[in-house]
């Protein structure tokens, strides 16, 4: 292989742009070209592909977003908009693209694939729901940013002695709601892998109330309902008073992590390598600290499991 391209596609995450390094560089130490392809796969569609250098990816590691930008393409869910991106790629003589983003974006990697182009995926999402892999790049400076708005509306939550609710993001997944819960010392997590029960919150809420506490935070992921939805479900139950806050897109910001431009660091190395070795059709992801890489079309097929222990923790923790 001579030649080698990398899009980032789907939401942004932080550590996107540390990936993309890693890629270039890593390309290039092996004296391989590496093209950049804008704007996600519209840009493959579209012919937007330019030859990236040592110095194009300089100065990125530390920032949130994709130099590369990113879009939701829908026309690349169809069978023409697939082959016309391969038919762009194959015209810069580039023979194996490296896929940075989340299941979206995997489902377009693994369309790659069955149309016989060597293409290897690489997580980038703050959901933390992609299969084969425990975390995806970008997830941890998302919790570090939750925990950060936790920390400050427990000051003015514990002040006027009320119940916040708290919407993450997150999609399907509870795994923002979950970690950043935990980390954050919240009272009660509401994810989509589990039902809630409201007396239960209920009596935990009182319970906690008739000890002096002074302040509750209730976490509620956006693949559950509402922050607002839930205040009411919660007001018709008690006729408790709260206030929500919707962190929204501030989430996906910022500059990454050490663990994020780590990780991001070794998956898009590691996805170089793949291609080097004629390995198209992979998803790299990380286990046990060690750099694993699955079937594409396999990996996708697994449902996202969430950690079930750490739920378990949470509710052991908040009593
Ligand atoms: O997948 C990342 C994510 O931020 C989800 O958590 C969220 O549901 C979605 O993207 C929001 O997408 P958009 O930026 O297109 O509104």
Not at 54 to 65: A, F, K, N, P, Y
Not at 103 to 117: C, I, P, V
């Amino acid at each position: 292989m001579k030649r080698i391209g990398v899009l980032t596609s789907g939401g942004d995450s932080p550590g996107m742009n540390a990936a993309v390094r890693a890629v270039v560089r890593k390309a290039i130490f092996h004296n391989l070209e590496v093209y950049g392809i804008y704007q996600g796969y519209n840009g493959l569609i579209n012919n937007n592909i330019k030859k990236l250098e040592l110095g194009s990816v300089g100065d990125i590691i530390h920032r949130g977003g994709t130099m590369l930008y990113t879009a939701r393409c829908e026309e690349f869910k169809t069978k023409e908009g697939q082959l016309k991106g391969i038919e762009n790629l194959k015209e810069h003589g580039i023979e194996g693209l490296v896929v940075v983003g989340g299941d979206g974006s995997y489902r377009g990697a693994k369309a790659l694939t069955e149309h016989g182009y060597p293409c290897v995926g690489v997580p980038g999402t703050i959901d933390n729901d992609i299969p084969g892999t425990e975390l995806t790049i970008g997830f941890d400076t998302a919790l570090n940013t939750v925990i950060d708005a936790i920390d400050k509306i427990r000051d003015t939550a514990t002040s006027h002695e009320r119940t916040f609710i708290v919407e993450v993001m997150g999609r399907n997944a509870g795994d923002i709601a979950l970690w950043s819960g935990l980390a954050g010392g919240a009272e009660t997590i509401i994810i989509p892998e589990d039902n809630f029960n409201m007396d239960d919150i209920v009596g935990r809420l009182k319970k906690g109330q008739e000890r002096g506490k002074k302040h509750s935070i209730i976490i509620v992921a956006e693949g559950v309902m509402s922050g607002q939805e839930f205040a009411q479900k919660l007001k018709d139950a008690t006729n408790m008073d709260t206030r929500v806050s919707v962190l929204g897109h501030i989430q996906r910001g910022g500059s990454p992590t050490a663990s994020d431009r780590v990780l991001a660091s070794r998956l898009g190395a590691r996805a170089v390598e793949l291609l080097m070795d004629g390995k198209g059709g992979r998803a790299v992801g990380i286990e046990e600290n060690k750099l694993v890489d699955y079937d594409i079309i396999e990996a996708l097929a697994k449902p996202h499991k969430i950690n079930l222990n750490m739920y378990k923790l949470s509710k052991e923790l908040s009593i």
